[in-house]
């Protein structure tokens, strides 16, 4: 069975509730998984926006270093750069230039600018990367190169 990634909040391809947008609480929503590979040694997630008007896709969160036997991460984790639950977790840079930097930015696309695709994206690592807190999305893709055991996507809506 292939690795499995969902949330209680929203369905895949649903739309993100607002209490998880910049414009309602800011708050990341609770995602489950299934299915973890045998030989994971740790997770990453990714979440970012292709459809954002930008070069590359907005990233609205890096997390990383989440310990194998961890099934799930609750709604509204600090948006700090360690984290003490999930226990040696950290958390790395968004695409925000200033403000909230680091942990979990909600959808808040351009009004008008139609359907945004939110890509919540979890990595099986062969082994625990050497990683300081406050990665960027870039520098933890290229850490996680030939350690990728597998992967599992959610995808949730948002537009204003």
Known sequence: MA???SSSAFVPGG???R???GEGEDISP???WTAVPAGTQELALICDDPDAPTPEPLV???LYKIPPQITALPEGLPKTSQLSQPPGAMQGKNSWASG???GYRGPMPPPGHGVHHYHF???ALDSPLNIQPGET???LLKKMEGHILATAELIGTYQR
């Open 137 to 139: 999305k870039k520098n």
């Open 100 to 102: 909230q930097t680091i």
């Open 30 to 32: 609770p995602l489950q």
């Open 3 to 5: 690795m499995q990634l």
């Open 19 to 21: 209490r998880y947008t």
């Open 60 to 62: 609205h969160w890096v």
């Open 15 to 17: 739309a993100i509730p």
């Open 121 to 123: 994206t979890l990595y």
